[in-house]
């Protein structure tokens, strides 16, 4: 809880229902385009996070066929697409992508799962 306090002001928690989801997000201050999680899909195996991707704006925010899976102490966000395939994998530059990593490395519960690679 300690890492959402230090966030920007412009980065919102949002609770939104989108297909039946509760959902996380983070959002740009500037353009309100929306990086979120499922409120109840985050799993867990040490430092690393992991989710299916939402994303969107103010006005309608859909799943996308991405996981993100973070590297909470070096703060890496990883996608991988339906396959399992990193396509990306990088420290965000963006202060919408730092602003999710944070609030996924924040969130409260997570599943355990022993399975989610930590490399």
């Known amino acids: 809880m300690k890492a959402l306090a230090a966030l920007p002001a412009f980065a919102l928690l949002l609770a939104t229902d989108a297909m039946a ?7 740009d201050g500037t353009t309100f385009k929306q990086m ?7 799993r867990s195996n040490g430092n690393v996070r992991s989710a299916k991707l939402y ?5 309608n925010v859909t799943e996308t066929t991405y996981t993100a ?14 396959q399992g395939v990193a396509f990306a994998r990088n420290r965000p530059e963006a ?9 996924l490395c924040g969130h409260s519960p997570t ?3 022993p ?3 930590t490399n």
């Not at 202060?95 to 990593?101: A, C, R, S, T, Y």
């Open 21 to 27: 989801q509760n959902l996380v997000c983070a959002q």
């Open 36 to 42: 979120c999680f499922a409120k109840n899909g985050v």
């Open 111 to 113: 599943k355990n799962d």
């Open 95 to 103: 202060q919408l992508g730092k602003d999710f990593v944070n609030i």
């Open 115 to 117: 399975k989610l690679a």
């Open 55 to 59: 994303q969107g704006g103010p006005k």
């Open 69 to 82: 899976r973070v590297h909470c102490v070096s703060g890496v966000l990883e996608l991988t697409d339906r």
